[in-house]
């Protein structure tokens, strides 16, 4: 049922783990039995905390554990529930986003105390109410806090300073500390992720390092090209996926003159579907609003069951049959505001999280001409996979 490599982060017993899973490999799977397994020796149910980063992924973990009395909440909802009389402020529309993304940045000690924040201070506190953050800032400050014996910790390359400063205040002499993650998956540097989290974790409690690369969800070549694409990255912990599939998998890099033969392109591989799950993902919301626009006007009944048009960012965690990637140039993907070589980093990783969505299927499609038949210059990303590929002929 289990790997060598997944019994063995099930089994291991040091106080400090950190594994390195990679996509597919099964780590939620590897989580829910090393619970059972604490279980199963004796730990007692309340002595057990599970903490991850999204409701969904909490509610997903609770079902397949199917044992109430084990605590599994996000960071938010774990240290909110011993706050009192404190409204949440979750509709705060009177604020750009923007803004309210340099708030929580500032709240992480990330940038500089943005403008107005006195006037956002205000508000929050004539109406009681506190944002997610504060719920995190309001939990160090109490005293009096829970003791676990065992704290697990999902997604942990996701982890902000606050999320780390909550985590040190939870551990005790006695406590042990299993944590999962993926550096390479690491893309939420612009909310305050911070990608070196997980070597300072390693380095101050001196950890255990596991590794999880059976991937159980993509055939070998899609495999092939994401490893090839990583490896190109210098601050990671290294890591080689392997494919559990005896299937080779299909690989296409489609090169069309202009949006009009992308968009045929793409009708073409849809109405030609057969397989149950289809994703078409960019870097960018705009580019598939205008793809939207023009599928629904050809397509009017659009398949809308089996395809699923999602940014990069929000096909984490997801997977399909098939993926097609669009937006494929040097001004997209990097993203043209990313210059530095950490934020070319986590584009790169941001691309690798995309690649490692599809199963059986993967088609790049890139648009040679934009409007008044401008060039349209290919993503060094490609140039960095497709050594081993064929190009399609222009369409």
Same mark, same amino acid.
């Given at each position: 049922?289990?790997?060598?490599? *997944?019994l063995?982060?099930i089994t291991?017993?040091?106080?400090?783990?950190?594994?390195?899973?990679?996509?597919?490999s099964g780590?939620?799977?590897?989580?829910?039995? #090393?619970i059972?397994?604490l279980?199963?020796?004796g730990?007692?149910?309340?002595?057990i905390?599970?903490?991850?980063f999204?409701?969904?992924?909490?509610?997903?973990?609770?079902q397949?554990?199917?044992?109430?009395?084990v605590?599994?909440?996000t960071?938010?909802?774990?240290?909110?529930?011993y706050?009192?009389?404190?409204?949440?402020?979750?509709?705060?529309?009177?604020?750009?986003s923007?803004?309210?993304?340099?708030?929580?940045?500032?709240?992480?000690?990330?940038?500089?105390?943005?403008?107005?924040?006195?006037?956002?201070?205000k508000?929050l506190?004539?109406?009681?109410?506190?944002?997610?953050?504060?719920?995190l800032?309001?939990?160090?400050?109490?005293?009096?806090?829970?003791i676990?014996?065992?704290?697990?910790?999902?997604?942990?390359?996701?982890?902000?300073?606050?999320?780390?400063q909550?985590?040190?205040?939870?551990i005790?002499k !006695?406590?042990?500390?299993?944590?999962?993650?993926?550096?390479?998956?690491?893309?939420?540097?612009?909310?305050?992720?911070?990608?070196?989290?997980?070597?300072?974790?390693?380095?101050?409690?001196q950890a255990?390092?596991?590794?999880?690369?059976m991937?159980?969800?993509?055939?070998?070549?899609?495999?092939?090209?994401?490893?090839?694409?990583? !490896?190109?990255? %210098?601050?990671?912990?290294e890591?080689?996926?392997k494919?559990?599939?005896?299937?080779k998998?299909?690989?296409?890099?489609?090169?069309?003159?202009?949006?009009t033969?992308?968009?045929?392109?793409?009708? =073409?591989?849809i109405?030609?579907? %057969?397989?149950?799950s289809?994703?078409?993902?960019?870097?960018?919301?705009?580019?598939l609003?205008?793809?939207?626009?023009?599928?629904?006007e050809?397509?009017?009944?659009?398949?809308?069951?089996?395809?699923?048009?999602?940014t990069?960012?929000?096909?984490k965690?997801? =997977?399909?049959?098939?993926?097609?990637?669009?937006?494929?140039?040097?001004?997209?993907?990097p993203?043209?505001?990313?210059v530095?070589?950490?934020?070319? =980093?986590e584009? #790169?990783?941001?691309?690798?999280?995309?690649l490692?969505?599809?199963?059986h !299927?993967?088609?790049?499609?890139?648009?040679?001409?934009?409007d008044?038949?401008?060039?349209? !210059?290919?993503?060094?990303?490609m140039?960095?996979?497709?050594?081993? *590929? *064929?190009?399609?002929?222009?369409?």
């Amino acid at each position: 049922m289990f790997n060598k490599q *997944q019994l063995e982060a099930i089994t291991c017993r040091d106080r400090f783990i950190f594994v390195n899973a990679g996509a597919g490999s099964g780590k939620t799977t590897v989580m829910i039995a #090393r619970i059972q397994a604490l279980l199963s020796e004796g730990i007692l149910e309340n002595q057990i905390l599970g903490l991850t980063f999204s409701r969904e992924a909490a509610h997903q973990m609770k079902q397949r554990l199917n044992n109430e009395n084990v605590f599994i909440s996000t960071f938010h909802s774990f240290c909110y529930q011993y706050l009192t009389d404190r409204e949440v402020a979750e509709n705060l529309h009177m604020f750009h986003s923007d803004f309210l993304l340099k708030v929580s940045l500032y709240k992480n000690m990330l940038s500089k105390k943005p403008f107005g924040y006195q006037r956002y201070k205000k508000y929050l506190k004539k109406n009681n109410m506190i944002d997610y953050d504060d719920m995190l800032i309001e939990f160090l400050k109490l005293n009096d806090i829970p003791i676990f014996k065992h704290i697990l910790i999902d997604e942990f390359q996701d982890t902000n300073y606050l999320q780390m400063q909550v985590l040190s205040k939870l551990i005790t002499k !006695k406590s042990h500390v299993f944590v999962v993650g993926d550096p390479d998956q690491s893309i939420y540097r612009f909310r305050g992720a911070m990608p070196s989290v997980i070597h300072q974790f390693v380095k101050y409690y001196q950890a255990k390092v596991l590794t999880l690369d059976m991937n159980y969800r993509s055939d070998k070549n899609i495999l092939n090209i994401a490893n090839q694409l990583i !490896k190109n990255n %210098t601050h990671r912990i290294e890591k080689t996926l392997k494919s559990h599939s005896i299937h080779k998998g299909h690989i296409e890099i489609i090169l069309c003159h202009d949006k009009t033969n992308q968009l045929k392109t793409l009708l =073409e591989l849809i109405t030609n579907l %057969t397989y149950k799950s289809f994703a078409i993902l960019s870097r960018t919301h705009h580019q598939l609003y205008e793809l939207k626009l023009n599928i629904h006007e050809t397509i009017p009944m659009f398949l809308q069951h089996k395809i699923k048009l999602l940014t990069l960012h929000e096909s984490k965690g997801l =997977e399909f049959d098939v993926v097609c990637i669009i937006g494929i140039d040097e001004k997209t993907l990097p993203h043209h505001l990313s210059v530095s070589k950490e934020s070319i =980093e986590e584009e #790169r990783r941001l691309f690798y999280v995309g690649l490692t969505r599809a199963k059986h !299927k993967l088609y790049f499609i890139h648009h040679k001409h934009q409007d008044q038949n401008k060039n349209v !210059k290919l993503s060094k990303f490609m140039l960095e996979i497709s050594q081993n *590929q *064929q190009f399609k002929a222009i369409k």
